[in-house]
T-cell receptor, first 115, second 111 residues
């Protein structure tokens, strides 16, 4: 299994508070991703990174920001959490190769509840 | 835009064979992933198809028809542990290789 961890694994917070989720990898993979997973929507990409300090938006980036100051860490920040951001958040990593279509390895997920 | 369709739920009997279909419409299609996700866990990679045809990996096989925008995942000799959601995901060529996931098919295996 790929060495990828997420912290915290569970969090309950209140509307309007800032929240930061951390993804840490030990695989030295170049690409890192943040997804959210909600019933009826599947996995949706929030932001991704293609290198240190190189990030870009996904399809549901509003209300989220990211930072990547080191290869191994990718942070997702909710500046002011809203109830619509209650979800399960998955981090994923991949390394560009010519094989297996850049398979993504997923972290264990963070369950976030915004009250 | 992109559109990926797969059945929401399926039920099959232990020991049987089940086929989970996925249809897609996407520009710049490159390949198609299948992932397995047990309840409360992270998705795990099953297969990746780029070329037309069937690829077999043990009890699991995946098929792709690029011209029809169609794929299926075939699970043989079903076991109770195969109860999970199966996610179809398509990739687009270029850039960081954008991956778009379908909503998943929840498979229940019954005795």
């Amino acid at each position: 299994d790929a060495g990828i961890t997420q912290s915290p694994r569970h969090k309950v917070t209140e509307t309007g508070t800032p929240v930061t989720l951390r993804c840490h990898q030990t695989e030295n993979h170049r690409y890192m991703y943040w997804y959210r997973q909600d019933p009826g929507h599947g996995l949706r990409l929030i932001h991704y990174s293609y290198g240190v300090k190189d990030t870009d938006k996904g399809e549901v980036s509003d209300g989220y920001s990211v930072s990547r100051s080191k290869t191994e860490d990718f942070l997702l920040t909710l500046e002011s959490a809203t109830s619509s951001q209650t979800s399960v958040y998955f981090c994923a990593i991949s390394e560009p190769t010519s094989e297996e279509g850049n398979e993504q390895f997923f972290g264990p997920g963070t369950r976030l509840t915004v009250l | 835009g992109q559109n990926i369709d797969q059945p929401t739920e399926m039920t099959a009997t232990e020991g049987a064979i089940v086929q989970i279909n996925c249809t897609y419409q996407t520009s710049g299609f490159n390949g198609l992933f299948w992932y397995q996700q047990h309840a409360g866990e992270a998705p795990t990679f099953l297969s990746y198809n780029v070329l037309d045809g069937l690829e077999e990996k043990g009890r699991f096989s995946s098929f792709l028809s690029r011209s029809k925008g169609y794929s299926y995942l075939l699970l043989k000799e079903l076991q109770m542990k195969d109860s999970a959601s199966y996610l179809c995901a398509v990739t687009q060529a270029g850039g960081y290789q954008k991956v778009t996931f379908g909503t998943g098919t929840k498979l229940q295996v019954i005795p």
